[in-house]
């Protein structure tokens, strides 16, 4: 029972560089999220998608693309890393809308430098 | 402009006693409101909720207090153990679930054998 996974867990980019963050889960779940944390800020929402083929800005989602062509996975993509997207990156998912008594399961996170 | 705010960036606590942690928001639309538990390298984990039209409730150890009128909530843990050391985000949705969650900054909890 995997839950959530993301991949990489670590990755160190140099400045201009691209790279996606792939998050899957096998919980048949149709909604996704992925979250940013950096210190003092706690947890914000960069994009979302409420079901597969489709994608919604959240709070920061300046400098990050994603894409949900299978309901299982949620890619999130840098296409000229800054250093300011120096981050841990979360992926989660739910079945329904988070709050109203559904929570959302997250993964382990990606760890993301940017030098 | 952060609407959920957690004060407190660590707390330490004896083991066996009670852990209280605080948070405040600012957007009355807020009506549910979560707490997460997050240990080092793994992602956060559901711990507790609690609706607007609530002020308490309670699951085992841990128990949620809400106070809408002075826009306050807390949990408290007890009696703590060594296991409850975390990082805890309290997260608020708005009405319908069409808002999205909105975490506080987070409190280190230490608990001291």
């Known amino acids: 029972n995997a839950g959530v996974t993301q991949t990489p867990k670590f990755r160190v980019l140099k400045t201009g560089q691209s790279m996606t963050l792939l998050c899957a889960q096998d919980?048949?779940?149709?909604?996704m999220y992925w979250y940013r944390q950096d210190p003092g800020m706690g947890l914000r929402l960069i994009h979302y998608?409420?079901?597969?083929?489709?994608?919604a800005k959240g709070e920061v989602p300046d400098g990050y693309n994603v894409s949900r062509l299978k309901k299982q996975n949620f890619l999130l993509g840098l296409e000229s890393a800054a250093p300011s997207q120096t981050s841990v990156y979360f992926c989660?998912?739910?079945?329904?809308?988070?709050?109203?008594?559904?929570?959302?399961?997250f993964g382990q996170g990606t760890r993301l430098t940017v030098v | 402009d952060q609407q959920v705010k957690q004060n407190s960036p660590s707390l330490s606590v004896q083991e066996g006693r009670i852990s209280i942690l605080n948070c405040d928001y600012t957007?009355?639309?807020?009506?549910?409101f979560l707490w997460y538990k997050k240990y080092p390298a793994e992602g956060p984990t559901f711990l507790i909720s609690?609706?607007?039209?609530?002020d308490k409730n309670e699951d085992g150890r841990f128990t949620v207090f809400l106070n809408k009128s002075a826009k306050h909530l807390s949990l408290h843990i007890v009696p703590s153990q060594p296991g409850d050391s975390a990082v805890y985000f309290c997260?608020?949705?708005?009405?319908?679930?069409?808002?999205?969650?909105?975490f506080g900054t987070g409190t280190r909890l230490t608990i001291i054998p």
């Open positions: 998608s409420v079901g597969e083929g489709t994608t």
């Open positions: 609690i609706s607007s039209i609530k």
């Open positions: 957007n009355s639309m807020f009506d549910y």
């Open positions: 997260a608020a949705e708005g009405t319908f679930g069409n808002e999205k969650l909105t």
């Open positions: 989660a998912s739910s079945y329904a809308p988070t709050g109203l008594n559904t929570e959302a399961f």
């Open positions: 919980m048949n779940h149709e909604y």
